[in-house]
């Protein structure tokens, strides 16, 4: 990625306040390049106000009368919009945009434009796009404060950029450690076993319950005593069951 080549684009905002929160939202994830579509107020007290320590994101803004000259030079363009009001069009959300984003600004200019806190982008404005990025939402309202949209877009591509922004978890602060693979692997021959003799799994017919079982507890990373506690449960099952016998089952007797 190259923060450089990517600049933010606000079309025609109406409100200085929300200027300064995206001037800051940017900064805050390591970009520093905005312009500003014919802003309706701008240098603004309010503006200058919500950047903060922002200043100077506002400071070197660029301010142009038209979305042609805001996106004149760029190889790539991503529109934002709320889901409700896109059109067909290639529709990413944030982080998989930022992929699309960091790999198009290795090679050129990319923006990423926003629309009017009242009317959003245009369909005329969201053609020019390469892509469409929508932040999933509600069902019930889908639509962001622009400066808060602004953030988690910006968000998305400081994690992408910064792999190291990543929360660090490793087992050495994890109070038991990661339970081996050949513990798991006797852990389902245990349950495959006690699922046989309580009469859940018939071994003659199995479908696919082990290979779902399988991937359900994969999916959870358990550690030791977690399976040995699941290893207890199927131990005490067994004691008080009677086993099924599945011979006389399937052979029924006929
Ligand atoms: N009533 C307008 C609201 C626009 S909100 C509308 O429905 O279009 C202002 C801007 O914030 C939008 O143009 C878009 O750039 C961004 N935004 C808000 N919600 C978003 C969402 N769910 N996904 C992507 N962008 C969003």
Redesign the pocket.
């Known amino acids: 990625m190259n923060p450089e080549h990517i600049r933010i684009v606000l079309v025609e905002p109406s409100h200085p306040g929300n200027i300064g929160a995206v001037a800051r939202a940017m900064k805050t994830m390591g970009l520093g390049r905005l312009v500003l579509v014919a802003p309706e107020q701008f240098p603004h007290e309010e503006a200058t106000w919500r950047a903060v320590w922002a200043r100077d994101v506002l400071e070197s803004a660029v301010v142009v009368d038209t979305l042609d000259e805001a996106i004149a030079e760029c190889g790539f363009v991503v529109g ?4 409700d ?1 896109r059109l067909p069009w290639p529709v990413l959300d944030p982080r998989r945009s930022a992929l699309e984003v960091s790999a198009n600004s290795r090679r050129g200019e990319v923006a990423i ?9 245009s369909n005329e404005e969201l053609m020019r796009c390469n892509l469409h ?3 999933p ?1 509600s069902d019930a309202y ?5 400066a808060m ?1 602004v953030q988690i877009v910006c968000y998305e591509l400081h994690m992408l950029a910064n792999g190291d922004a990543l929360p660090q978890t490793s087992n050495a602060e994890w109070d038991e450690p990661l339970a081996s693979q050949e513990n798991i692997e006797r852990f389902y021959v245990h349950l495959e076993e006690t699922l046989s003799q309580i009469g859940f799994l018939n071994p003659a017919a199995p479908r696919k319950l082990m290979p779902r079982l399988r991937r359900l507890y994969n999916r959870l990373g358990m550690d030791e005593m977690e399976l040995n506690i699941l290893r207890g449960i199927l131990t005490e099952t067994q004691k008080r069951c009677e086993p099924v016998d599945w011979s006389q089952q399937n052979g029924g007797g006929s």
């Open positions: 934002t919009c709320a889901r009001q434009l926003f629309g009017r806190e009242d009317n959003g982008l990025l929508a932040i939402t889908s639509s962001l404060n622009l949209a």
